[in-house]
């Protein structure tokens, strides 16, 4: 299983929502990660967590709250959202010491 | 500062011709290189990487150089196929940090059949 993978494809949600979004890899990887895209930027660095701990928060609003349950299964809790928060948001995965990260599919997420 | 450059926002090939895109760094601690591909609404797909120790490092298809007095890599395609036409991101990594990656702003590849 070379694969990661990100539930759900698409979010649609109001400011004052609270929705989770999930992302799993069964690849053994102790380093996962999640990004912020908007069109036609490169993907923005959000949080980092390694061997389960979050290492690295890139002084991302409190809004947004991450958590990583097990080894396999990072989330991405959201509260409050502004409309400037809809983009694509990306988890990404990466195996010990090497530095290729291997990216899911994505959520679209909107909010209204 | 944008520590990583791709000063080529576009670029359109013919198919079967060769694809050269470029990026430029500035920061002397990066010693690893990697090169993504991404369609729209999809997430970047790792194409091919190459560490400061080398100056080549090829796949396939695929080659990617670097030029590290010039602090310069370049990522060749060919031949070039309509099912290349994506967005490519240069990114920048160093030894010991947690795994970030520091991206360029990306080419917009278009291959015409």
């Known amino acids: 299983d070379t694969e990661v993978t990100q539930t759900p494809k698409h979010l649609v949600m109001g400011m004052t929502n609270k929705k989770s979004l999930k992302c799993e890899q069964h690849?053994?990887?102790?380093?996962m990660y999640w990004y912020k895209q908007k069109a036609k930027k490169p993907p923005e660095l959000m949080f980092v967590?390694?061997?389960?701990?979050?290492?690295i928060n890139e002084s991302v609003p409190s809004r947004f709250s991450p958590e990583c349950p097990n080894s396999s299964l990072l989330n991405l809790h959201l509260h409050a959202l502004q409309p400037e928060d809809s983009a694509l948001y990306l988890c990404?995965?990466?195996?010990?010491?090497?530095?290729?990260?291997?990216f899911g599919p994505g959520t679209r997420l909107t909010v209204l | 500062d944008q520590q990583v450059k791709q000063n080529s926002p576009s670029l359109s090939v013919q198919e079967g011709r060769i694809s050269i895109l470029n990026c430029d760094y500035t920061?002397?601690?990066?010693?690893?290189f990697l090169w993504y591909k991404k369609y729209p609404a999809e997430g970047p797909t790792f194409l091919i990487s190459?560490?400061?120790?080398?100056d080549k490092n090829e796949d396939g298809r695929f080659t990617v150089f670097l030029n590290k007095s010039a602090k310069h890599l370049s990522l060749h395609i060919v031949p070039s196929q309509p099912g290349d036409s994506a967005v490519y991101f240069c990114?920048?990594?160093?030894?010991?940090?947690?795994?970030?990656?520091?991206f360029g702003q990306g080419t917009t590849l278009q291959v015409k059949p």
């Open positions: 690849m053994g990887h102790r380093a």
């Open positions: 967590y390694s061997y389960e701990k979050l290492s």
């Open positions: 990114a920048a990594s160093w030894t010991g940090n947690t795994g970030k990656l520091i």
């Open positions: 190459i560490s400061s120790i080398k």
């Open positions: 990404a995965s990466r195996v010990g010491p090497s530095h290729e990260q291997f």
């Open positions: 920061n002397s601690m990066f010693d690893y």
